[in-house]
């Protein structure tokens, strides 16, 4: 091969953007077995362009003239790690011998998304790389297209993990993440007949090149048996747990690049495996199924993530789940990461456990299990070590999302933690016994062991307990989490508890996603704002620039074509750039409120059939949702059908034609909220006052230049606080309205009857106009909007239709629109990643940069 190759050599190959291997490119030459010399990728494209060769050649074990896109992606993957793994174990040679204090950040989701661009953004490899492939005719954004999104999250915990995971490399703090390998993700998500369908996600089949298992490793983690007493050779006595059975945890190890600063830290991943996987002796006998149980029995604990719980099975199969990651992750932390002449007692210098909301709590009997059983310290020493090792992050305020696990099955599952749980409890309530007087009332609320309905572990009050800080995610939701869900607590421990406000990597949400943007940002203010995101105030000015405004308009106008060859592919949807973009794209859950979208939309609908209002009035709209429900939430489910409901009819409505649009591309994730986010023009926010965490999504949408229509809740609140009252449309109760009314007595069937549109678009559906007549198909919708509407969609139906109409005219106003959307990017900065991590540096962890 030459040494400078042309195009001539490599004429360029049209590949399809899809998942399936297409013709292999057709150089006119064979040069597929010139390689580079050994050694570190080289920086150069002659350089890129040999080690790409010998991946395909050595790696995938094919010529390019006869190779896939998939083998060219798999190809193209390790060469590009190669470049990060020198980065990679220099960051852990420097991290062991400095033995600075980092973080394990525990938690039972990472939404990763797609790694190839993020890896060339954090290399700087883009160029390089586009211009090497183009020179063996090859298409870079082919291969980004071939490449599966890992199914190892679902929501906003597990994006808000990886955005934190990224953020700590960024900032060279130390970290390792801790979760589970899953082998099938969530589910992968279709529609038929409307209806949400639920397939596996085969996110490995194809290769998985961005990780790196290590079998030796692994971990052996214990389940059930039972506990007894014995004396050591100190003369001490002590428990130790005689386990029913065992599992191997087999770690993968992914990396995770800081941006452009030479810093590579860790995210480890278990798998599950049998110890004792295959039994010859019973396969011969002819026994195929016995002889595979127990590797059956042990690979289902990361098969799946969420598995449905509803059953008493299923919520065995969690709990081991979340005791299988936890106890591989302290075990390995402790007997591996660690100097094996450490001294446990400095523990708390060395690494501070992040508990990602209440999955990963059941890692504080166990940390306290490997100190006292294991370690053989003494019960006050190991208990002083814990405190000070785990903080807590409260991801909710719906008190059925606060996990609680059954004494009985704890007692099956893990004998040991529930007598460790047991010792805990009762030293905690003496001691708040002792400072209440004997107030049995307090110590009966404050008890982590739950009496009613039955005896169960509150594993939030565990946490409490146990951290050494507690933090919820906005303001409203620490202040909320201290006056209302943990009050008794916070009194307890004045000080536990503060706020660190959750933020999004600007790398992913704003130049991976919005490059048109992102240009657009760096001609105006210069390079550094990726890092330093409340750089972007400096854009303020150019709201009242006139040809910043039409410049910002257009990368809107680019965006929103870029979503209609997305999901024209994808969907066989169209989406005209002309049209406002409205926007929900979120987990579906009742506390969401996409049921007070659906009445929007078919407000809107109805106003128009009904001839209340001309189409010609009605600004133009595509709304677009985006949703998974869980598989057992039937009421759920039920909405994504009425969602597809209103938008097959509205959608074939020649009366409303031009005019609204309903999409609902199945199978939301990171890669498609990667082109959807940057196109949207209005971001709905619209949970009920007090029932919303955070959200990172309405993050996301802001920095992208969308504007918000949302309530007092969550991350809203500051939202709204920072980018002005005249850019965000604001509806609904506030938080104090909607207890005062949940106290009254609230009575959704009022709203509906005082009305009229209400009335009359909720009528539609229960008449069967979204579902061919049959007023059977939306009745569990209507009745529980009628008669249960726990979050109040009914009593903030009618400020939020008002607050649409005022998008709608404010719309029209395509200038002040802009304006207001420039204005939205500038003023939010604060929802960096990076400013969380820095706040949870200085508020819980004490992790200063280790360069």
């Known amino acids: 091969m030459s040494e400078n190759p042309t195009t001539d ?169 801790y979760g589970i390998r899953y082998e099938y993700g969530i589910f992968r998500q279709t529609f038929v007949e409307g209806r949400q369908v639920e ?108 598995p449905e719980d509803s059953t008493p099975q299923g919520k065995e199969l969690r709990l081991q789940q979340q005791y299988f990651f936890v106890s591989a992750s302290i075990h390995d932390f402790v007997n591996s990461v660690l100097p094996k002449d450490f001294d446990l007692h400095k523990l708390p210098d060395r690494i501070i456990f992040q508990l990602n909301d209440t999955h990963p709590v059941i890692g504080v009997p166990e940390l306290m299990r490997v100190l006292i059983d294991e370690k053989k310290m003494d019960w006050d020493e190991a208990w ?61 609320r404050m008890s982590i062991i739950a009496e009613h309905p039955e005896r169960a572990v509150r594993m939030a009050y565990l946490a409490t307990v146990a951290g050494a800080k507690v933090n919820g995610v906005a303001e409203l939701h620490s202040q909320l989490l201290r006056d209302k869900v943990l009050p008794d607590f916070d009194e307890f421990f004045p000080g536990k508890f503060t706020n660190v406000t959750n933020g999004v990597t600007p790398r992913r949400f704003v130049r991976l996603a919005n490059p048109a943007l992102s240009e657009l940002i760096t001609d105006a203010i210069g390079v550094g704002w990726l890092t330093d995101l409340e750089r972007l105030r400096e854009l303020e000015p150019y709201a009242e620039d006139e040809e910043f405004r039409d410049r910002f308009r257009e990368v809107k106008a680019h965006n929103k074509r870029r979503l209609n060859r997305v999901l024209v592919e994808r ?125 990172t999504g ?40 909607v207890e005062a009314l949940y106290a009254k007595g609230y009575v959704p069937s009022s709203f509906y009857e005082s009305d009229p549109s209400l009335k009359r678009a909720i009528d539609l559906i229960a008449q069967g106009a979204f579902s061919d007549g049959d007023r059977d198909v939306f009745a569990p919708v209507v009745g529980n909007l009628l008669y249960e509407d726990r979050f109040m969609a009914l009593a903030d139906y009618r400020a939020y239709i008002d607050a649409q109409d005022k998008v709608g005219a404010a719309y029209a106003d395509t200038d002040a629109w802009t304006r207001s959307a420039i204005l939205n990017v500038a003023r939010s900065g604060f929802f960096s990643s990076d400013r969380s991590m820095r706040h949870y540096i200085d508020r819980i962890w004490h992790t200063p940069p280790a360069f």
Not at 233 to 252: F, L, N
Not at 405 to 419: A, I, K, T
């Open 199 to 306: 397939q596996a996600d085969s996110w490995l089949a194809l290769g998985a090149p961005w990780e790196f298992p290590h079998p030796e490793a692994a971990q052996i983690v214990t389940f059930g048996g039972h506990t007894e007493k014995y004396t050591d050779t100190d003369g001490v006595e002590r428990s130790r747990w005689v386990a029913g059975w065992k599992v191997k945890a087999i770690p993968y190890n992914y990396m995770v690049p800081g941006y452009q600063n030479g810093r590579v830290n860790t995210l480890r991943l278990w798998r599950a495996q049998a110890t004792d996987a295959f039994d010859l002796k019973i396969f011969n006998s002819g026994d195929y199924e016995e002889a595979v149980r127990a590797q059956t029995f042990a690979e289902n604990i990361s098969k799946v993530l969420y």
């Open 571 to 695: 969907d066989g949807f169209t989406v005209d750039d002309s049209h406002l973009l409205d926007v929900m794209v979120k987990r579906l859950h009742e506390y969401k409120r996409q049921t007070l979208k659906v009445l929007h939309i078919v407000t809107e609908y109805e106003r128009i059939i009904s001839g209340e209002v001309k189409p010609a009035d009605i600004t133009p709209r595509t709304f677009i949702f985006g949703a998974k429900a869980a598989p057992g939430y039937k009421i759920a489910k039920d909405i994504i059908h009425l969602i597809n409901g209103v938008g097959a009819v509205v959608n074939n409505d020649k009366r409303v034609e031009g005019r609204l649009k309903v999409l609902f591309p199945p199978n939301y994730n990171v890669t498609l909220a990667e082109k959807v986010i940057p196109a949207a023009d209005l971001s709905e926010q619209i949970s009920l006052a007090g029932k919303e965490a955070s959200g």
């Open 384 to 444: 002083a070590i814990t405190q000070q090792c785990f903080a807590y992050t409260c991801h909710t305020l719906l008190p059925e999302a606060l996990e609680v696990w059954s004494v009985d099955l704890l007692g099956r599952l893990l004998p040991r933690h529930l007598e460790i749980i047991y010792r805990i409890n009762e030293e905690f309530l003496e001691r708040v016994s002792e400072r209440f007087d004997g107030d049995q009332l307090r110590v009966s």
């Open 9 to 177: 050599d490599f004429p360029v190959n049209d590949l399809p953007e899809t998942g399936t291997p297409a013709a292999p490119a057709k150089p006119k030459a064979t040069h597929a077995l010139a390689l580079a010399p050994v050694g570190s990728p080289a920086s150069s494209v002659d350089g890129f362009v040999r080690e790409f060769l010998r991946e395909l050649n050595y790696g995938q074990g094919v010529a390019l003239s006869t190779s896939s896109v998939n083998d060219q992606y798999l190809a193209l993957a390790r060469t590009v790690r190669h470049y990060l793994m020198a980065r990679w174990l220099e960051t852990l040679r420097r991290q062991a011998e400095t033995q600075a204090k980092g973080v394990a950040y525990l938690s039972a989701e990472y939404l990763l998304g797609r790694q190839l661009g993020n890896a060339l953004l954090a290399t700087g490899l883009t160029e390089i790389v586009e211009e090497g492939l183009g020179k063996c005719g090859v298409d870079l954004a082919a291969l980004r297209a071939q490449e599966v999104e890992p199914g190892l999250g679902n929501g906003g915990l597990g994006r808000l993990a990886a955005c934190f995971i990224d953020s700590l490399a960024t900032m060279s703090v130390p970290c390792i993440g």
């Open 698 to 737: 309405n993050m996301k949408f802001a920095l992208n230049g969308a504007l918000t229509i949302g309530t007092d809740d969550g991350a809203n609140i500051e939202i709204r606080e920072l980018v002005g009252d005249d850019n965000f449309f604001l509806f609904g109760l506030l938080e104090p309205e």
